[in-house]
Antibody, heavy 116, light 112 residues
Framework: EVQLVESGGGLVQPGGSLRLSCAVS????????MSWVRQAPGKGLEWVAN????????YYVDSVEGRFTTSRDNAKNSLYLQMNSLRAEDTAMYYCARGNSLFSYWGQGTLVTVSS | DIVMTQTPLSLSVIPGQPASISCKSSQSLLHTDGKTYLYWYLQKPGQSPQLLIYEVSSRFSGVPDRFSGSGSGTDFTLKISRVEAEDAGVYYCMEGTHLPWTFGQGTKVEIK
């Protein structure tokens, strides 16, 4: 069974940092692009970032470029999102998803709240 | 960035009746590789999104055949032939041709 489990969310002050993790199982992690998608409370979906199978390519939405970094550890079947210089507008549920744009499986999400 | 515009933004449907959602992109979604990367996702209440349709018209594994996708270029449509109670939720189109990928605003489908 394919599983994606996010963790690391929480309450952080503006300007602070958080590191999200996504632990996967049930498929060969190293064979897939992986992505992050977020959803602000009561709002729609926004693609945030993705990373190639071997980590050699990464792409970001403009609003997080230079502040967020995605990475992966294929030996640990884990995906990460390092979020720095957090802003109130980064408050959202963050989902990891399998795929580059074809998001075939999603995690349950981890909530990030940026507030003082 | 590509702007994805969905209509309508909300829909109330009687079970057994058809439903249709339109999605228009601000640029053609035809990729240089010849494919069109247009997806449909459904987010049921309280759940994570799930993939329904990929590359305009291909149903993802396990998706009932009452769901169908069509279109080309900049105009796309998701149709549900006979709506069931379990189809309630918010439907999103998404383009995967031009980075950054962008979603439509979402169409909330309510079952009467």
């Amino acid at each position: 069974e394919v599983q994606l489990v996010e963790s690391g969310g929480g309450l952080v002050q503006p300007g602070g940092s958080l590191r999200l993790s996504c632990a996967v199982s049930g498929f060969t992690f190293s064979s897939y692009w992986m992505s992050w998608v977020r959803q602000a409370p009561g709002k729609g979906l926004e693609w945030v970032a993705n990373i190639k199978e071997d980590g050699s390519e990464k792409y970001y939405v403009d609003s997080v470029e230079g502040r967020f970094t995605t990475s992966r550890d294929n030996a640990k079947n884990s995906l990460y999102l390092q979020m720095n210089s957090l802003r109130a507008e980064d408050t959202a549920m963050y989902y990891c998803a399998r795929g580059n744009s074809l998001f075939s499986y999603w995690g349950q999400g981890t909530l990030v709240t940026v507030s003082s | 960035d590509i702007v994805m515009t969905q209509t309508p933004l909300s829909l109330s449907v009687i079970p057994g009746q058809p439903a249709s959602i339109s999605c228009k992109s601000s640029q053609s979604l035809l990729h240089t590789d010849g494919k069109t990367y247009l997806y449909w996702y459904l987010q049921k209440p309280g759940q994570s999104p799930q993939l329904l349709i990929y590359e305009v018209s291909s149903r993802f594994s396990g998706v009932p055949d009452r769901f169908s996708g069509s279109g080309s270029g900049t105009d796309f449509t998701l149709k549900i032939s006979r709506v069931e109670a379990e189809d309630a939720g918010v439907y999103y189109c998404m383009e995967g041709t031009h980075l950054p990928w962008t979603f439509g605003q979402g169409t909330k489908v309510e079952i009467k």
